[in-house]
Nanobody, 122 residues
Framework: VLLQACGGGLVQTGGSLRLSCAAS????????TGWFRQAPGKERDFVAA????????YYSDSVKGRFTISRDNAKNTVYLQMNSLTPDDTAVYYC????????????????WGQGTLVTVSS
């Protein structure tokens, strides 16, 4: 499974962005998928995750109520809608997928995209 994240960019505080994670491989639609982010000098943190058919979603406390994860299995794509962005959301955002795991721990995900940079100006 190859993952490609895109949709990052520069946005002002309070703005919105939608990230996409496009995957190759027919089996992606059955893989739980997560979004993580890494700010300069910091560890990679969990942002959100979605189960294979989208029935259950998880969010970190820092993004709950502002970000929404969703998926379109017909398009082999997982999305992260980010609203009310603040400078604290500035980071490289990565999507990750795994045949089984759908939780918060990055080490448990097998497949990773290359990352897309989100910069929120104050």
């Amino acid at each position: 499974v190859l993952l490609q994240a895109c949709g990052g960019g520069l946005v002002q505080t309070g703005g919105s962005l939608r990230l996409s994670c496009a995957a190759s491989g027919r089996t992606f639609s059955s893989y739980p998928t997560g979004w993580f982010r890494q700010a300069p000098g910091k560890e990679r943190d969990f942002v959100a995750a979605i189960t294979r058919y989208g029935g259950i979603t998880y969010y970190s406390d820092s993004v709950k109520g502002r970000f929404t994860i969703s998926r379109d299995n017909a398009k082999n794509t997982v999305y992260l809608q980010m609203n009310s962005l603040t400078p604290d959301d500035t980071a490289v955002y990565y999507c990750a997928a795994d045949p089984v795991y759908s939780g918060r721990h990055p080490n448990n995900y097998r497949y990773w995209g290359q990352g897309t940079l989100v910069t929120v100006s104050s």
